[in-house]
């Protein structure tokens, strides 16, 4: 079965572009998750969707970062303007239910911002 | 959720087994143990989790005191690529909390 795939898997821009990260969950997971990971800060939830419906956003650093999944096998993080602190390894996960349950995580992308 | 303390990193011959400490002092009664594991340049992988019962799977074994303050992974026979950092983590059994809150882990190395 294919896991949780992300695209692209490395991008490198320059200050002020717009960057857009992409993520397939696993088929039938209804939950999808977006982490950060940096060597300062390590691993941290940006947001998390239940049913393409955004549940909590409370670790999105800025205005700059909005997340979108307009269905239930494809979502988006975009950062609009980027900067260069924003670059990281930025994963996504899903997983199945709404309770307990074990997330599964993509290869990550690896974002450079000159 | 509780908060989790693990040794910044520990070192394990390969074929003997690796027995990972994870303190968890503040744990309620409604939350889970989880452990996760992360190899270099790839994304967190789960690898089990328990209430209050011990557990095991193909990969691993979690013993959990009976208190629950604390617990133990072990990986039976270590071998040079469960060399990674692995990630204690609690959290509820409640609707919507979804949040896995990874720490700093513990990195292990096995050696030849």
């Known amino acids: 079965d294919a896991g949780v795939i992300q695209s692209p898997r490395h991008e490198v821009t320059e200050m002020g572009q717009e960057v857009t990260l992409r993520c397939k969950p696993i088929?039938?997971?209804?939950?999808l998750f977006w982490y950060r990971q940096t060597m300062m800060r390590g691993l941290e939830l940006l947001i998390y969707?239940?049913?393409?419906?955004?549940?909590?956003d409370s670790g999105m650093p800025e205005d700059r970062f909005s997340a979108k999944m307009p269905n239930a096998s494809f979502s988006t993080l975009k950062i609009q303007p980027s900067e260069p602190r924003d670059s990281a390894v930025y994963f996504c996960?899903?997983?199945?239910?709404?309770?307990?349950?074990?997330?599964?995580f993509g290869p990550g992308t690896r974002l450079l911002v000159l | 959720d509780a908060k989790t303390t693990q040794p910044p990193s520990m070192d394990c011959a390969e074929g003997r087994a690796a027995n990972l400490p994870c303190n968890h002092s503040?744990?309620?009664?409604?939350?889970?143990v989880y452990w996760y594991r992360q190899i270099h340049s790839q994304g967190p992988q789960y690898i089990i989790h328990?209430?209050?019962n011990n557990e095991t799977n193909e990969m691993a074994s979690l013993i959990i005191t009976e208190d629950r303050k604390s617990s133990t992974l072990i990986l039976p026979h270590a071998t040079l690529r469960d060399t990674a950092v692995y990630y204690c983590?609690?959290?509820?059994?409640?609707?919507?909390?979804?949040?896995?809150?990874f720490g700093q882990g513990t990195r292990l190395t096995i050696n030849p």
């Open positions: 503040t744990i309620s009664g409604n939350e889970y």
């Open positions: 969707f239940n049913n393409n419906v955004p549940i909590d």
């Open positions: 996960a899903s997983s199945l239910g709404t309770g307990v349950g074990t997330q599964y």
């Open positions: 328990g209430l209050k």
């Open positions: 088929s039938g997971h209804n939950s």
């Open positions: 983590i609690v959290r509820s059994y409640d609707q919507g909390a979804q949040k896995l809150v």
